[in-house]
């Protein structure tokens, strides 16, 4: 191992203990020692703090210490505002170590971080005459997909008529685009959020405002924690709470190694989003309409070692069976299986979230859908205990408030979950009924195998009618922002009998308007 070193960053005061078992605990995660530690680095306003200094006497290593000006030159991959604030760099642990380590440093750990430390680890690159120096300063941006691929993207000589559609692997979808985008600050019926009207209910708001009573009181998560297991039938060394789905999906991207990850499109693109915004290069395998939208696992290639896929998927509603998941399945591959509309789905068949003699499997939920608890901001992991262990620790203290947390528990009580089994019942009656008032219009086609609380249509001209429908007073969620669809596709949000009649009428009238 050539020339690893450690980046800290530390509170004034902070105790030697604390600074190596910060240090100790990455070290693990990269599988070193200390005895692999060949320097210490910081701030320069902190290489006097004895803690830090004690640190790196007890490793036996030079303690450097770098200007603000020089920490701030360095491009980091997880920036914060609050460092960046206080002393002028946005991670004093990421810039630290890949200055210490030299030109051409990776990354081996990302920025971690205890109540008053934060630390990273870096190593140098021998570098090598025959070797390309620029590549291997990018050496942590791995090699990507293209688009509806199963190919690298430089295409193997043993195949060379490999068609690339390189256009559609650039940013030209605006992955942070969602649904709340198209009502806010209007008064339209919406359409275009998947979240169930009339929520949360009454009872679980009542839960909501006695908690408040605690809010002096530091977080406590271990009875939603211990609900959340007996709920799936899982040890609680299995589950992870987090502030919502989007969260996980961060975690995911920060805290878990991956060289080739790869995101089953059309689907949620916060995944993407998160591991881009983590310094991956993503690939993206596209589902197609012609096959139904429907998962082909031979189409996920062979070296992704982290695949991220929706069950059932966002926006097009399909239900994959779980046997065609778990085929995606291998040893040294984390497979994350977002099922955030899973309790949508009557008798949640399909769903893996109770499986543990599946691989690499996470399995993410959240409770924003079913009980209208987007503001709220709660959700869970379930997966390994070390790979909970990997999400957590990328965490920060307290990440879920004591509101979300007794929210989390009154949802995984008999009652809540009767009452979303018969709401997913409602659910798929409603949509039926929807369906069938789509396929009344010759000019729209639905995705009829639609097992959510969603369905997704294909319009010419889809954007025009949706701007149409926005005149006459109803939201649609735009489906232009979901890689493998364009502006022919519109996302709409299942909703009671009275209000998918109205929408229906006025569908009517916006199609007549644009032909």
């Known amino acids: ?39 210490l680095a910081t701030l320069e306003a902190r290489a006097a703090e004895p803690g830090i200094v004690d640190a790196a006497g007890r490793l036996g290593v030079p303690l450097r210490g770098y200007r603000a000006e020089e920490l701030a030159a360095v491009s980091v991959p997880h920036p914060s505002a609050a460092p960046l604030a206080a002393t002028g760099t946005a991670s004093v642990a990421e810039a630290a170590a890949l200055l210490a380590a030299g030109a051409g440093a990776v990354l081996l750990v990302p920025k971690r971080k205890s109540a008053r430390v934060t630390c990273a680890i870096a190593r140098s690159l021998p570098f090598h005459p025959n070797e390309d120096a620029a590549a291997v300063r990018l050496l942590p941006r791995r090699q990507g997909y293209i688009a509806g691929q199963t190919e690298p993207r430089t295409p193997p000589t043993h195949h060379p008529t490999a068609a690339m559609d390189i256009h559609a692997h650039r940013d030209v979808h605006d992955l942070r685009h969602h649904g709340d985008a198209e009502v806010r600050d209007e008064k339209l019926i919406d359409l275009a959020v998947n979240v169930r009207t009339n929520t949360p209910p009454e009872w679980l708001r009542a839960r909501i405002a ?79 309409e012609r096959d139904g939208f429907r998962l082909d696992p031979a189409t996920v290639p062979q070296d992704a070692d982290l695949v991220v896929i929706g069950n059932p998927t966002n ?100 009652a809540a979950l009767a009452e979303a089994e018969l709401a997913a019942h409602r659910i798929g009656v409603e949509r039926t009924h929807l369906l069938a008032g789509l396929a009344e219009f010759d000019e729209v086609r639905a995705v009829t195998a639609a097992e959510g609380p969603f369905v997704l249509v294909r319009i010419d001209r889809a954007d025009a009618v949706r701007e149409r429908l926005r005149a006459l007073g109803f939201a649609a969620r735009r489906g232009d922002t979901f890689p493998g669809l364009d502006r022919n596709w519109l996302r709409l949000a299942v909703r009671d009998r009275v209000t998918t009649n109205r929408f229906l009428q006025a569908l009517d009238q916006a199609l007549l308007i644009e032909g």
């Not at 899982?234 to 995911?252: D, H, K, M, N």
């Open 315 to 414: 926006p097009t509603s399909v239900l994959h069976p779980a046997e065609t998941i778990t085929a995606l399945a291998r040893p040294g591959r984390t497979l994350v299986v977002d099922e955030a509309f899973m309790d949508a789905v009557p008798g949640e068949r399909e769903s893996l979230a109770g499986r543990t003699d599946v691989p690499g499997l996470v399995v993410l939920r959240s409770l924003t859908k079913t009980w209208g608890l987007a503001g709220l901001r709660i959700g869970y992991v379930l997966a390994c205990p070390e790979t909970v262990a990997l999400l957590e620790r990328a965490q920060p203290l307290w990440p879920v408030s004591t509101p979300a947390l007794v929210a989390a528990e009154a949802c995984m009580s008999r």
């Open 1 to 39: 191992m050539n020339g690893v070193t450690v980046g800290v960053g530390a509170r004034s005061g902070v105790p030697v203990d604390e600074v190596l078992a910060l240090v100790a605990a990455a070290l693990r995660e990269a599988g070193l020692t200390a005895s692999d530690v060949t320097a």
């Open 210 to 288: 006695d908690s408040l009573t605690g809010l002096a009181l530091y977080p406590d998560g271990r009875a939603a924690r211990a609900a959340v297991a007996e709920r799936h039938d899982l040890p609680a060394g299995r589950v992870l709470l987090t502030a919502g789905a989007a969260e996980a999906f961060v975690l995911i991207a920060r805290a878990l190694p991956a060289r080739r990850p790869v995101v089953v499109h059309p689907q949620f693109t916060e995944p993407e989003a998160a591991l881009r915004d983590a310094g991956h290069e993503v690939g993206r395998v596209l589902l197609r």
